[in-house]
């Protein structure tokens, strides 16, 4: 179970989105996702990234990455997908990491890393705005400059420091080891952690920013009370369909707010915050909400909005676990790519993962 104090790291996550894009295309986007309330609405977004869009996949990583982005397959793996150490290294304990096998094999150093991420808080890193070429999965979050004192980031000081640290603690091992892959790494082991939460499909090799690119600009993110319209233009403007934001905003089930509204600092989203399930739906849009939870206005907006209402009612019903669950890892692994440029030069380590446990 991962520590209460994960809250903002997943508030980030449903909301650190930089968008930059046509009003008037957002706008027929959220008329397009009002149009369709009978339940089926988009379904996932099927539109390829980067070079997958612009020259198809031509590698094993990129054809993977492919599939999952066009839904055709799944962006999870079961728990029999588990790396094993290369022979040589296997028995060494930690100074395995020193030694050649290791720094050949990929997947090896991170196999160290997720060790003190499992005890860890992560978060994501999605801000993106193409006008600057910086943002995206890029560790901008904490790589360019001001980022970590804009309003919107405010409480990640803590994880800076914490990817940081794994960074200078483990870069002697893996000199190509970047605070992107350490920040999504880290946010896939934080998901896998919880009781519930999915094997998401988790890729290595992107690139750092070059902290001396501008960053995006400010005031682009939704805020905690956004209008359901306003998260949707921002969203649509990267590629995610309604279904996907409301199921990001899942990750709140284990969240707790610390600054929107210091009078309930620490209050959790739905009753059972430790653990990675879709209760936190049916909570949210409750009439009477249960006493001691905090819901964001985003979120209750999104609960009642006609273009997500319908799909909010979906996760909300008592059955509705496997079927968000698969869906926040479609939308989630998305999120994880945003930015990168050359995804068919991806590793895929998702067998370093901790292996999944069921919602108790």
């Not at 009003?23 to 070079?51: C, E, K, M, W």
């Not at 902290?211 to 400010?218: D, H, L, V």
Request: charged content about 15%; overall charge negative; glycine content about 8%.
């Amino acid at each position: 179970m991962l520590p209460p104090s994960l809250s903002f790291a997943v508030l980030a996550l449903g909301t650190a989105v930089y968008a930059k894009a046509s009003f008037h295309a957002a706008l027929q986007d959220i008329h397009i996702y009002a149009r369709q309330q009978d339940g089926n609405a988009t379904g996932p977004s099927t539109v390829l990234l980067a070079d997958l869009a612009t020259g198809g996949a031509v590698t094993p990583s990129g054809e993977i990455i492919r599939s999952i982005l066009q839904n055709t397959a799944p962006a999870t793996v079961d728990n029999s997908i588990v790396y094993t150490r290369p022979a040589a290294v296997a028995n060494r304990g930690q100074g395995g990491l020193d030694s050649v096998a290791c720094r050949q094999d990929t997947c090896c150093v991170w196999s160290y890393i997720v060790a003190p991420m499992n005890t860890s808080v992560t978060v994501p890193d999605f801000a993106q705005d193409g006008s600057v070429g910086s943002g995206g999965a890029d560790g901008s979050l904490l790589l360019s400059a001001g980022e970590l004192q804009r309003s919107e980031n405010r409480g990640m000081g803590n994880y800076a420091d914490l990817m940081l640290s794994w960074r200078n603690a483990f870069s002697r091992y893996a000199p190509g080891l970047t605070v992107a892959d350490l920040i999504q790494v880290g946010a896939t082991v934080a998901t896998v952690t919880c009781p519930g939460g999915p094997r998401i499909r988790t890729f290595v090799g992107r690139p750092d920013v070059d902290g001396r690119i501008p960053p995006p600009a400010q005031h682009l993110l939704p805020s905690p009370d956004s209008s359901a319209a306003t998260i949707l233009e921002l969203f649509a403007a990267k590629t995610f369909s309604a279904t996907d934001v409301v199921a990001l905003a899942g990750a709140h089930t284990v969240s707790h707010q610390y600054v929107t509204e210091p009078r309930y600092a620490g209050a959790p989203q739905d009753t059972t915050d430790g653990v990675f399930d879709s209760r936190f739906y049916a909570e949210t849009e409750a009439a009477v909400p249960p006493a001691g939870i905090y819901s964001f206005q985003s979120d209750k907006q999104l609960s009642t909005d006609a273009a997500t209402q319908s799909l909010w009612s979906q996760y909300a019903q008592p059955d509705a676990q496997t079927k968000w669950a698969e869906e926040y890892a479609t939308a989630y692994f998305r999120l994880s790519l945003l930015g990168v440029q050359k995804l068919n030069g991806l590793t895929d380590c998702s067998g370093v993962l901790p292996l999944a446990k069921p919602v108790p």
